[in-house]
């Protein structure tokens, strides 16, 4: 089973950015579909973007364009460029991993998942 570890989040104030990456290991990471959630405090745990096996990406409508998904197999890594921060993206980020083929949107879609790295923006 696939081991992921976020890294790259912070303090940054409103129309900061940030990019946030998600080391993996254990596994081949480019068997798997990929995924950027995050929760905020008393919210559920909700879909930022979902990248699939062959690059095809999936983003919430709240992200407006501001947010890009991507991966590097060869590093093991998948990315979230995050520009035009507000303060309602304060969360912690979660980067989830899934075996099975085909973009997942749903938290229940993966079974992998890291421990997450806090985003907070201050306005």
Request: glycine share 14%; aromatic share 10%; proline share 2%.
């Amino acid at each position: 089973q696939v081991q992921l570890v976020e890294s790259g989040g912070g303090l940054v104030q409103a129309g900061g950015s940030l990019r946030l990456s998600c080391a993996a290991s254990g596994s081949v990471f480019r068997l798997y579909a990929m995924g950027w959630f995050r929760q905020a405090p008393g919210k559920e745990r909700e879909l930022v973007a979902a990248i699939d096996q062959g690059g095809g990406t999936f983003y919430a409508d709240s992200i407006e364009g501001r947010f890009t998904i991507s991966r590097d197999n060869a590093k093991s890594t998948l990315y979230l460029e995050m520009n035009s921060l507000n303060p309602v993206d304060t969360a912690m980020y979660y980067c989830a991993a899934s075996i099975t083929a085909g973009l997942k949107v749903t938290p229940n879609g993966y079974r992998s998942w890291g421990l997450g790295t806090q985003v907070t923006v201050s306005s």
